[in-house]
Every structure is written in C-alpha cells, then in structure tokens.
C-alpha cells in the first residue's frame, strides 16, 4: 500500500500525478496541477520557483490525504458517520426482511421488545461495546414473559444470538469496522426437557379414542416416522413414494433446515396415510395447530391413561428415544431425523441412559 507522487512531462508543463498501488492493483490520479520545467538555457525566474514550491506543496499534501484515506479504510476508520446511526432502526430492518418465516420473525421479534426495554430511548452503532452487551445479557437473566415469568435460558439464548446477528450483518454492510459480539463469551443452551412416550405409552394412545381423528393420524405417523409437525403439516402425495428396492419413502424438503431428505417408512406407518389422493393434495388435509388442538390432544393422552404433559412434538421425541432403547445406532437416528449435527441426537442418548441408570437403581438389597 502506497501513494507516490509522480511527475509528466506534458506539453511546456510539468503534470503532477499520483500513483496509488493497493491490494495487488496500481492505479494513477492526475491532480490538474502543473510544474513549470527548467528551460534548456537560463534558469526560472523567483516568481516561478515561488510557484512551483506552492504547486508541489498542495500536490504533496493531496498525497498526503489520499494515503490516510486509504489507511483509515484498512484499520477501521472510514464512514465514522455510519457508526452514529440507530442501531434499533437497523434491526427493525432487519426484522422486516425475515417476515417471510414465521417462527423466525417471532423470535426477532420478541429479542426487539426486550431490546427496547434494555435501552429505554435508543442507541447508535458506536455506543455499542463489551459492557454494553455483558449489560444486555444481565438484563435477560432478570427479563419476564408477558406471562411475568423469567425468560427459560434457551430464549435468552435465542435473543442474545439475534443480537448478535445483527451486529453480524452491520459489520457485513461496512456500518461498523469491528463486532463487539466477538470479545463477548456467549450464553450456554440449558437442557430442554423432552416429553416423550414409552412403547407402552404409545400403544395405549393407538388404541384411545381422540375426537379429532386426523390429529391422531398425524401424530402416531410422526411417532412411527420421526417426522417434524412442520413437515407432516406440509406433506403432499407426491412426496409420499414407493420403489421395489427401499419400499415406501418420503422424498421431501424440510421445512426448518430447507434440506432434501430421504425418509423410509413402515407398512405401518403408510397406511396410517390413508387412501391416495392427487398428487398435490395434502396427506393430512384438514390437520391444524391452535390452543384448541393442543388441548384436544393432552385430553386424548389423558384418554389413554397419560398424565405427562404431551405435545405433538413429543410424538417426534418418541421416535427417537424408541429407536435408540431398540438398538438403532446413534448414527441412523440422526440420519433418520434429519439432524445436520450428531451433537443434537446425543440429547436422546442421555435421556436412554438416565433410564437406564434410574432401572439399574431398582434393585436394592436389604439386610
């Protein structure tokens, strides 16, 4: 990197110029300024000397600012101006451009409003550093839902990560030189627990009565599947396939991760599915997530004699935990379930040996 001032002779004149050399690239400024050359007999007269002193002075400091410009890019000084802009409009921005998803979007947000309380008024891209974002973390572990409950560590998690998301994108777009977020320790992910049935669980609910019969073909498919409520939602006929070497399957597009999986099925499982319909079609046509459907399924679990809080997404869990206590390698599991990490399956694998150490617990000898 350098900036050199160079001369041409140009005509009667002398043309001052520069010579920018940059990240392998040379490039050259004419600065319209002009140097009177020595004449071949004589010498210039004081006047012109004079004027040739101040021509090249100006140029030199013309150098002089285009070599600190180009310094201040490199070491984080250009656009200052940027870094005094609102950080709470940037972010709302950024909220907007993700109103495509709608988990996504709630998540952003609710981490806005709490990041609204935490400043009060706003606050600019500068102001942001190390104890600002420790700050902002004390503030979570203190924070309450609209419920007037502490918010769980996996949400102030989430927050903090979209927070520093945005100050991800911002040094992205060039509005600030350096991400504070990157000298800040993180926050851990608590244990989420995981509701799930037993095999004898499960069977009791397969055979109970639930007064929405669609909802309980989903979700003993997804017991047998380990498919998300978001997929089963979503399926089409023509994911549901069939080929004389891998049977039945499912070739389809998850909704969360945006990968293209391959999902065998059971015989079991594909007649749950009931008859085919056209190929655009809904499998679980009909099938819906409120407060009232969730109800409706704890009271079914409850039917089957179940007093474990149950969601549909125990269902998933459950094809999980049955599969490891069945002998299914780790690896197949994850694979089955469509995890990108195998870190996110092991979660299961704890759950099968705190079972296994609570029955190895039941055999207790007396004296």
Known sequence: MNVKLRQRLKGDK?????????SGKREYEYLNLYLVPEPEKGKL???QRDENRKTFVLADGIRSKRFLEMMNGTYGFRDREKAKGSFLRFVEYLIQKRNTSK???DNWDSMFKHLKKYVKTDVTFNQINKQWLEGFKD???VAKTPADKLLSQNSQLAYYSKLCAALKQAYRDGIIQKNPAEVVAGLKAGETERSFLTYDELQAMFKADCDFPILKQAFIFSALSGLRWSDVEKLTWVEVQHSKEM???IRFRQKKTKDTETLPISDQAYQLLGERRNLEDQVFEGLKYSAWHNLKLQQWAMRAGITKHITFHSARHSFATLQLTLGTDIYTV????GHKNLKTTQVYAKVIDQKKQEAANKIKLEL
């Open 14 to 22: 002398i043309s001052l110029y520069l010579d920018i050399y940059t």
């Open 45 to 47: 007269t004081k006047e």
């Open 103 to 105: 988990g996504n979007y």
């Open 139 to 141: 503030y979570l572990h």
């Open 247 to 249: 049977g039945y399957y």
């Open 334 to 337: 994850s694979k089955m379930l």
